[in-house]
């Protein structure tokens, strides 16, 4: 099946620096790819869809100035978490998904994102 | 818009036995496709099953299996003969043509031995 990988899958970082997140589709190419965000005990919240040479398309609250998302290429997507305040503390998750697949997605393992 | 609801915050099953957790979907869309995944402690998504709306009879994979009621707007899991590896949280997902997944609030799966 498809594997779908994320780097690093634990980062601690102090309040005011930046920290980015890889996602990668490892054996296929992913045009589009998804990132989440989830709150302990709680459900995945979509924050954005990545298109491959193109804007981010951010879902409605997410501040698209602080989560800068870049796919760049065909199999890699990164999430930017700018000037990082400890609320922005929580698991990250990146998603991609096989047109050819029945609109099933595959996940990354998740990363998660401490901040002091 | 389109909305899943799963109403059990946890559910709890002896090893061995059979439970159920339940799915309701909001939609306008006749053509979707609805998915239950698995999220044990490691938090690594897990599909346990999918089903395409345009197909009545529904889905089983092994020891799971859905009650697809279209008309009624549900999608309900079994899990049978319980396992103590089957703890974990359960997410259902709804997508249509976007790709986009909505998910419910999830259930918790407890496993008692």
């Known amino acids: 099946g498809a594997v779908v990988s994320q780097h690093p899958s634990w980062v601690i970082c102090k309040s005011g620096t930046s920290v980015k997140i890889e996602c990668r589709s490892l054996?296929?190419?992913?045009?589009?790819m998804f990132w989440y965000r989830q709150f302990p005990k709680q459900s995945l919240m979509l924050m954005a869809t990545s298109n491959e040479g193109s804007k981010a398309t951010y879902e409605q609250g997410v501040e698209k100035d602080k989560f800068l998302i870049n796919h760049a290429s065909l199999t890699l997507s990164t999430l930017t978490v700018t000037s990082a305040h400890p609320e922005d503390s929580s698991f990250y998750i990146c998603?991609?998904?096989?047109?050819?697949?029945?609109?099933?997605?595959?996940f990354g393992p998740g990363t998660r994102l401490t901040v002091t | 818009a389109q909305t899943v609801t799963q109403s059990q915050p946890e559910m709890s099953v002896q090893e061995a036995e059979t439970v159920t957790l339940s799915c309701t979907y909001d939609?306008?869309?006749?053509?979707?496709?609805l998915f239950w995944y698995k999220q044990p402690p490691s938090r690594q998504m897990i599909l346990v099953i999918r089903q395409e709306a345009y197909k009545q009879q529904n889905a089983t994979e092994n020891r799971f299996s859905v009650n697809f009621q279209k008309a009624a707007k549900s999608f309900s899991l079994k899990i049978s003969d319980s396992q103590l590896g089957d703890a974990a949280m359960y997410f259902c997902a709804y997508t249509s043509g976007t790709y986009k997944y909505i998910f419910g609030t999830g259930t918790r799966l407890k496993v008692l031995a």
């Open positions: 054996d296929f190419q992913a045009t589009t």
């Open positions: 998603s991609a998904y096989l047109t050819s697949d029945l609109y099933e997605q595959y």
């Open positions: 939609t306008s869309e006749s053509d979707y496709y």
